[in-house]
């Protein structure tokens, strides 16, 4: 469902019910939820989706295990060094765990990551009704919907392109303009379009541009073509997100 008269859109109630809008955001929309009747009711029916896959979703069916007798008394009689072994182990390997979260959330993101007077983006995958944060390699799959969104303080120009598994180029957005989208500035901002992924498998690079000036769109798909690797043209800043489309669950 696409927003209308400044209604919210799909995207964002999905964030909005996975907590992962930040404050302003999530009391901007609430405030929207409270005024507008179509989206209250559309929030209640995704809301409800969910709850009902939570409950009647797959589930993993373990195998029950046999343990001979005698296996259980050995294990009894060990049972002391054992737990001391696993403590130490445990141990290690919270701290272990807890170090490398803590070098990871001190380290500079390489996501959404922007140079100064250029944008930082973001990727969202719906799949199956559901709307994720796509990584800087993401498993998709055929007619998943992509979404980006972006963040700069200065207005400038936008697009997005895609070089597939058979090495075609093609331009995601604009579709429908020959050179970049004007992109007013703002934070967590939705492009006007998203995208349908075709039945191409294989791994899949997109390639997020911001520029300064409103550049021509068909040299830079043209680019693509000749290999992977994509430099950003002067005046431009890019992200480089790499898909890997395997077949439909």
Not at 71 to 86: I, T
Not at 112 to 118: C, L, S, V
Not at 198 to 214: F, S
Request: hydrophobic content about 40%; glycine content about 8%.
């Amino acid at each position: 469902m696409s927003p209308v008269d400044g209604c919210i859109s799909d995207f964002v109630v999905d964030r909005l019910l996975a907590g992962d809008l930040t404050a302003s955001e999530e009391q901007q929309s609430r405030g929207h939820l409270a005024r507008c009747e179509r989206c209250a009711a559309r929030l209640a029916q995704v809301d409800a989706e969910r709850a009902a896959f939570s409950q009647h979703g797959p589930r993993l069916a373990w195998p029950k295990i046999e343990v001979p007798e005698r296996a259980v008394s050995g294990l009894r009689r060990h049972l002391p060094v054992l737990s001391l072994a696993a403590a130490a182990l445990l141990f290690v390997i919270g701290r272990s765990s807890f170090l490398e979260r803590r070098e990871r959330d001190e380290a500079p993101s390489t996501s959404g990551t922007r140079t100064k007077g250029g944008a930082s983006f973001e990727l969202y995958i719906r799949h199956a009704g559901q709307t994720r944060r796509a990584g800087d390699r993401e498993v998709v799959f055929p007619g998943d919907q992509l979404q980006l969104e972006y963040t700069t303080t200065e207005p400038g120009h936008l697009l997005l392109l895609s070089l597939d598994g058979k090495g075609t180029a093609s331009v995601y957005f604009p579709s429908t303009d020959s050179r970049a989208w004007p992109a007013p500035a703002g934070r967590g901002q939705l492009v006007p379009e998203s995208t349908i992924l075709d039945a191409v498998l294989g791994e899949e690079y997109l390639h997020a541009l911001y520029c300064a000036r409103r550049v021509e769109v068909e040299p830079l798909r043209q680019e693509l073509v000749e290999g992977l690797v994509f430099d950003a043209p002067p005046g431009c800043s890019v992200r480089t997100i790499l898909l890997e489309k395997k077949v439909g669950p």
